[in-house]
């Protein structure tokens, strides 16, 4: 078995496991953008990892009496793999090198914002995404090849990190959720990736 995974399009690899090895690598991804609708850029690769046993745990509890071949298509399932408090993490290595903070700031308000209003309802959260965003300093730099963790902690903490320096945390089950449905949910940023995961998720199920 390989220690790492190449992201074909991009070459940019991925360690098979990370959080001393307690979180395995479920998938890759890529993650792209159109300009003005003429042409698309890479933005970043992903890695998405999840904890075997927290994954195990759910199955136990909730779904034992389904065959792992039916986990993947049970929508019930996929909604819990984003909502329980399964220690999961997104890890982002940018590819567009000239990506700049506030390109991030209006990305993430979108994105994450579209997700945060499906999921929040009638929670007005445009102060909330201010002062989420706002944690985004100008000063980080994210170049070509840099590396950001998005980690859900137990007891539904977000933390961030830049190059392994953690930047933010914030404890939100509503965001946790909404910033995992981008990868995992029913649009993905990557069909694939998330065909992948699921895949994946069921054999760890299965074991
Ligand atoms: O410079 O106008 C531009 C292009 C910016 C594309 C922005 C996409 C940002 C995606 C979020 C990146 C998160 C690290
Ligand atoms: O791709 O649209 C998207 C969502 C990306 C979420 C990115 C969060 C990045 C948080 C850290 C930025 C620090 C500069
Ligand atoms: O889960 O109650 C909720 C709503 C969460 C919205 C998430 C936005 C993030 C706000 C973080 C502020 C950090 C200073």
Redesign the pocket.
């Known amino acids: 078995e390989s220690n790492v995974v190449v992201e074909p399009k991009t070459g940019f690899s991925f360690p098979a496991t990370i959080g001393g090895g307690s979180r395995r690598l479920l998938g890759v991804g890529l ?1 792209k ?1 159109s ?1 003005l609708g003429l042409k698309n ?1 890479d ?2 690769a992903f890695g998405m990892y999840a904890d075997c046993d927290d994954v195990k745990k759910l199955v136990g509890e909730k779904y034992a009496n389904l065959p792992a071949s039916e986990l993947r298509g049970n929508k019930a399932f996929v909604d819990d793999l984003m909502d329980a408090d399964i220690k999961m993490t997104i890890r ?1 290595q ?1 590819v ?1 090198g ?3 903070i506030r ?2 700031r ?3 308000k979108d ?1 994450v914002g579209n997700r945060l209003k499906k999921f929040g309802g009638l929670l007005d959260n445009d102060d909330l995404l201010q002062s989420f965003t706002s944690l985004f300093k100008d000063e980080y730099k ?1 170049p070509r090849n840099s590396t ?1 963790d998005m980690t859900r902690e137990p007891g539904h903490v977000l933390n961030v990190a830049i190059e392994g320096n953690q930047v933010g945390s914030v404890k939100s089950k509503l965001l946790c959720r909404s910033i995992l449905d981008l990868y995992i949910g029913e649009e993905p940023f990557d069909k694939n990736a998330r065909e992948d995961f699921l895949d994946n998720v069921a054999s760890i199920a299965a074991v």
């Open positions: 993650r953008k300009l850029i933005v970043y982002l940018i567009y000239k990506l700049n390109s991030v209006t990305a993430f994105s994210i950001i």
